[in-house]
Structures are given as structure tokens and as C-alpha cells.
């Protein structure tokens, strides 16, 4: 089964931008739905972005669209999350996640991801 790590968690000031990467353990490209989730302290972990096996199609949390871009390269195993204007409500543990399931909808739910990488800390301080 697939590995992730994350990485590139930090603590950054409002306004500015942080690049959140998730390292696999295998060839993800063509099996696996990628998605981020966050939890902040006290809250249920929620969902953040995703991107298709192909790259083709990407989702985001309303919250986020906008300033948030999820990418991904396969050739590397390596998803990306592209974290800009950050505020104080970014604040978060920060999950990368895949899937091999088939989905007709746009899975955005925790339990519909397999595989869970540790989590990255992003701080923004109000």
C-alpha cells in the first residue's frame, strides 16, 4: 500500500503563501485520486482540494478556491498544494490522502480516502 509523507508546513504571516508537498512511496499517477484535508484544533478534519488520476479535473472547499492550487506530478510521486494569501483561519494540521476507489461523485469525505500521510502544521497568526 502507498506511503505518504508531507512536507512544507510552517508558520507564516497572513497574506503570504506556503507550498505544501506529499511525497508517495509508489507510482500514483494512473491508481490515485489525491486530495488535502486539514484539521484545525477542536474541529472535525475537512476537506481541502483534490485532483483526478490524469491531472485533468480539481476540486476545492469554497474556502479555499481562489487561493489554493493543487497540482501534481507524477513522474516525481509528488502532489503539491499551492497555499496563497493565507489567513489566520488556514490555521491547521494539513493532510495529504489517496484513494483507488471509483467515485460518481466528487469525494470530499474523509472516509473515502485509504491512505493518510502524518500531517504538515501550518500556522497563520492573526
Known amino acids: 500500500q502507498v506511503q505518504l509523507a508531507e512536507s512544507g508546513g510552517g508558520l507564516v504571516q497572513a497574506g503570504g503563501s506556503l507550498r505544501l508537498s506529499c511525497a508517495a512511496s509508489e507510482r500514483t499517477g494512473r491508481n490515485y485520486v489525491m486530495g488535502w484535508f486539514r484539521q484545525a484544533p477542536g474541529k472535525e478534519r475537512e476537506f481541502v482540494a483534490l485532483i483526478s488520476r490524469s491531472s485533468s479535473n480539481t476540486f476545492y472547499a469554497y474556502s479555499v478556491k481562489g487561493r489554493f492550487t493543487i497540482s501534481r506530478d507524477n513522474a516525481k510521486n509528488t502532489v503539491y498544494l499551492q497555499m496563497n494569501t493565507l489567513k489566520p483561519e488556514d490555521t491547521a494540521v494539513y493532510y495529504c490522502?489517496?484513494?483507488?476507489?471509483?467515485?460518481?461523485?466528487?469525494?470530499?469525505?474523509?472516509?473515502?480516502?485509504?491512505?493518510w500521510g502524518q500531517g504538515t502544521q501550518v500556522t497563520v497568526p492573526s
Open positions: 490522502a489517496a484513494t483507488t476507489r471509483i467515485y460518481y461523485t466528487i469525494p470530499r469525505l474523509s472516509d473515502e480516502y485509504e491512505y
